[in-house]
């Protein structure tokens, strides 16, 4: 039986003999159900469609991104340590070719996704790489739709991962929103890896907060404050986001904290 996987947001689900009712993911405010309604497609029809393209964004962290675009369009990344690498976030799409690619760059020793949107066709990627650990936050437990034993949820606030990197669970768009801290990225700043909280904007001076991003629900100011005192122990002097280009090259830490301010006066809190 096939694994069906959502058109819009790149979800796959359990095996099933016929295309679910629905998507729950996208039937959540967060996210949203096309004007075409529900659409499913497969890996395997993927492959006949998309390819996913390499990029070296510094040393030892390389984004894979599909094109043409596929589910919501973000980009995972891979995060070489002399400890084994990390994915981080997942993208719908996966091929011999990304295989191949990846164990290139020396293979997977976990994955760890910031939150449902982007959990897409992530056990197939922990299949294709051994069965490795898929680390997901306890809270966000009930919007995986494919479980499986390679998915380890974890609890509390942070999660050492292989290399010094860490998980950090900072909620907000989702209870269990989480982050990836790379301490040893630009060139020993740090590195925050952030999927889309907090999100680049067009002027990458600043960053923002929402609940849902296409429904355009903002964040409250008791969420917003708590994401930033998530991050206020960690140093990081470079930003990346969920999608291509989304990156703050400086400051990153300083740039959070005004962007913060600034969206909290706008708000009242």
């Known amino acids: 039986m096939p694994h069906f996987v959502c058109v819009t947001c790149g979800t796959q689900f359990a095996e099933t003999d016929s295309e679910p009712d629905g998507c729950p993911v996208c039937l959540d405010e967060r996210q949203y159900v096309g004007p075409g309604g529900q659409r499913w497609t497969t890996l395997e029809a993927y492959a006949a469609t998309h390819r996913n393209v390499f990029s070296e964004e510094e040393p030892e962290l390389h984004a894979i991104h599909p094109e043409p675009k596929a589910g919501i369009g973000q980009r995972a990344f891979l995060v070489r340590t002399p400890a084994g690498n990390v994915l981080w976030d ?25 939150h449902p949107h982007y959990y897409t066709t992530m056990v197939e990627w922990s299949h294709a790489f051994c069965r490795v650990p898929v680390y997901l936050h306890r809270l966000d437990a009930g919007w995986v739709m494919r479980p499986d ?3 380890e949820f974890w609890e509390g606030d942070a999660k050492s991962l292989p290399g010094g990197l860490s998980l950090v669970k900072t909620g907000g768009h989702f209870d269990g929103f989480q982050v990836l801290h790379w301490p040893a990225g630009a060139a020993g700043r740090g590195v925050l890896l952030c999927g889309d909280q907090p999100y680049v904007c067009a002027d990458p001076r600043w960053v923002s907060f929402m609940y849902s991003y296409p429904n355009l629900i903002p964040l409250g100011a008791a969420a917003i404050q708590r994401v930033v005192a998530s991050l206020e122990p960690l140093a990081f002097d470079r930003l990346y986001g969920a999608f291509p280009g989304q990156v703050v090259g400086s400051d990153a830490k300083g740039e959070v904290a005004r962007s913060a301010a600034r ?7």
Request: charged letters at 5%; a negative charge.
């Open 90 to 114: 997942c993208v719908p799409p996966l091929d011999a070719a990304t295989v191949a690619a990846v164990n290139q760059l020396g293979g997977l020793a976990a994955i760890a996704v910031s």
């Open 149 to 151: 034993p390679v998915i």
């Open 263 to 269: 969206y909290l006066s706008h708000i009242g809190g």
